[in-house]
């Protein structure tokens, strides 16, 4: 039995140092080599899966150039969630400082190019359309401060529903010998979670990516088109 309910999610080893961190490594090994092997299912899979997410992100993002980003971000947090549910393998995407420091950077870098290059778009994002007049400095408080958050609640999002679905079964794992004759319901249950868990892997990861590149979408003002409501 665990003496800390949160000691799988330490970062440090028996040497001190912060070894652990290197599973968000193991990924790259997972990438297929279709580039100049024999594509097989695994390959194909990631290959569809792939043009199904630039699809996707092309119509957000009216670009086919700028969703390479969002593509390798998705899978860059789908293998490292996916990783945190093998035995003994650190969950690197359980942390702030791991999701801080994808969704961070891209804030950052849609906001500078944003105002650099769009000003004058990026001014009228703080005010929705049809504001009356008198709730002008309201609204514009209200949208920098959800627009300062943003990074913040990306980060916080994918790391809580990672910590959530680890202590649940960390929980149950640590009741399994005071239960002798629900053991075989115990595992049923586990079985359950790690289903739900890979599941939630996913999701995660899709809306991780999905709303950066809506994100990024609001910077990218299309001077053809009427300028949008203010941002989400």
């Known amino acids: 039995m665990m003496s800390n309910l949160f000691s799988s999610f330490d970062p440090s080893t028996n040497l001190n140092l912060s070894l652990n961190w290197l599973s968000s490594l193991l990924g790259i090994f997972f990438i297929p080599t279709f580039f100049w092997l024999i594509p097989n299912r695994f390959s194909i899979l ?14 957000l993002t009216k670009k086919n150039s700028s969703t390479l980003i969002f593509i390798s971000l998705f899978f860059f947090i789908l293998f490292n969630n996916f990783l945190g549910l093998f035995p003994y393998i650190f969950t690197s995407s359980s942390h702030l400082i791991f999701t801080l420091s994808l969704a961070l950077p891209l804030w950052f870098s849609f906001m500078v190019y944003g105002w650099l290059t769009n000003t004058y778009h990026m001014f009228a994002h703080l005010v929705p359309q049809g504001t009356p007049s008198i709730l002008m400095p309201f609204m514009v408080c209200i949208e920098t401060i959800s627009n300062i958050i943003r990074p913040g609640t990306l980060a916080v999002r994918l790391t809580a529903n990672m910590i959530a679905g680890h202590l649940l079964m960390t929980l149950l794992g640590n009741t399994g010998p005071m239960l002798n004759y629900l053991l075989m319901l115990l595992i049923i249950i586990q079985i359950l979670l790690i289903i739900l868990e890979s599941a939630v892997a996913i999701i995660q990861s899709y809306v991780f990516a999905v709303l950066s590149t809506l994100y990024s979408s609001e910077v990218n003002y299309d001077k053809k088109s009427p300028l949008p409501l203010s941002s989400l």
Do not use: Q, W
Request: hydrophobic share 55%; aromatic share 14%.
């Open 46 to 59: 990631i290959f569809n899966i792939m043009i199904s997410l630039h699809k996707e992100f092309k119509i």
